[in-house]
């Protein structure tokens, strides 16, 4: 899909009066409509798509008794508006990542992705069975949302640049879309970093309001089109290692389901988390090939002191987080033990198997 099929993409119930004898509406019968508002464009690969298959898979599992209806970026509220709508009741629920909401309290972008930090799998673990939800519903809890994982787009890229980058001077003084942990890392290292929603990227960089961008990765990279504008594509995308997508649900809401709702309600957000992973899995290498083969990208890794570079400036971010209040502190140290723990695991199992793979099969 390019970019511009899918951005031309982008019943009340009757009263009625009578006897007992009569139909009686749906609301009254316990049957829920929810709003469910994004921060992307609608039908747009892997994300948008996302948002609507986890709205009809709802849906479907309660058999209608709660009907979700999505409204991409910009349709209800704006895209940055989304966990207000939902935390002030304007909207039941919402599908984005959680380091949108830094401004509110900095501890949110650990929920979607840490600099050097969780890869899919992991983020699963630490949110699953090692302390993460907990902290989480405490973080969102505070703003009246229950919040679940729903996807993950998996490692990302390091982000499309109109110049080449061979050392951190290059990147001072440049205008760049960056959201979370990643941004406030940038902005260390003299960047001048600015947040935008997806559907507003393309725009920013042709008019050159922005120097370059980061989005996801080959997959959703291609259908917005930036390589019509910038060849330079960079990799490994040290800010967003494995980015955790949320399904933010007003609590209220939420509580007014049966628990045997609740429970579908979260088993189809986990079945969704799973899905995303494996679709974005499935289609970037095919995306990439076509970046490179048929548009003209120019692959690139960045050099190791640049990449130097933003590790240290992330830790230093990281660290000053915690400093924020308890919260923020105990997410950070949860944070920090939990990546301890697992890239031990990480690296036996999932690193060096790669790694000899690639190695023994380039023999053959």
Request: glycine residues 12%; proline residues 4%; negative net charge.
């Amino acid at each position: 899909m390019d970019r511009r099929s899918f951005l031309k993409t982008t019943g009340a119930v009757a009263a009625v009066a009578g006897t007992g004898a009569l139909a009686t509406p749906a609301i009254a019968q316990g049957r829920k409509e929810w709003k469910m508002v994004t921060t992307w464009p609608k039908n747009f690969p892997g994300l948008g798509v996302g948002a609507q298959r986890l709205a009809d898979r709802i849906t479907t599992a309660t058999d209608g008794r709660v009907t979700v209806k999505l409204f991409a970026a910009g349709e209800l509220v704006p895209a940055f508006e989304s966990f207000d709508a939902v935390s002030n009741g304007t909207a039941e629920m919402y599908h984005a990542p959680d380091y949108y909401w830094q401004g509110k309290h900095p501890s949110f972008a650990f929920f979607t992705a840490v600099p050097l930090g969780f890869t899919a799998p992991e983020i699963n673990a630490w949110i699953q069975f090692l302390g993460g939800q907990a902290l989480w519903d405490e973080l969102s809890g505070g703003f009246g949302v229950k919040p679940f994982l729903c996807g993950n787009t998996g490692v990302q890229m390091g982000g499309w640049f109109r110049k080449e980058i061979n050392s951190l001077e290059d990147l001072k003084g440049l205008k760049f879309r960056m959201p979370g942990i990643g941004g406030e890392a940038l902005r260390q290292l003299g960047v001048n970093v600015i947040a935008l929603p997806g559907g507003e990227i393309f725009q920013a960089l042709q008019s050159g309001a922005i120097d370059g961008t980061e989005w996801v990765g080959p997959l959703n990279d291609l259908a917005f089109g930036f390589y019509r504008i910038a060849k330079n594509y960079y990799y490994p995308g040290f800010h967003e290692p494995g980015s955790a997508i949320c399904a933010g649900i007003n609590a209220s809401a939420f509580g007014e389901l049966s628990k045997t709702d609740q429970f579908i309600v979260e088993q189809c957000c986990l079945a969704d988390n799973e899905m995303m992973y494996a679709e974005f899995t499935a289609k970037n290498g095919q995306a990439l090939d076509t970046l490179v083969s048929q548009h003209g990208v120019q692959l690139k890794k960045f050099p190791e002191d640049v990449f130097d570079g933003f590790a240290k400036a992330s830790e230093e971010v990281v660290m000053k987080i915690g400093d924020y209040d308890d919260l923020a502190k105990r997410v950070r140290d949860s944070y920090l033990k939990t990546r301890a723990d697992l890239s031990k695991w990480t690296q036996v199992a999932e690193q060096d198997y790669s790694n000899e793979r690639t190695r023994s099969l380039g023999k053959l």
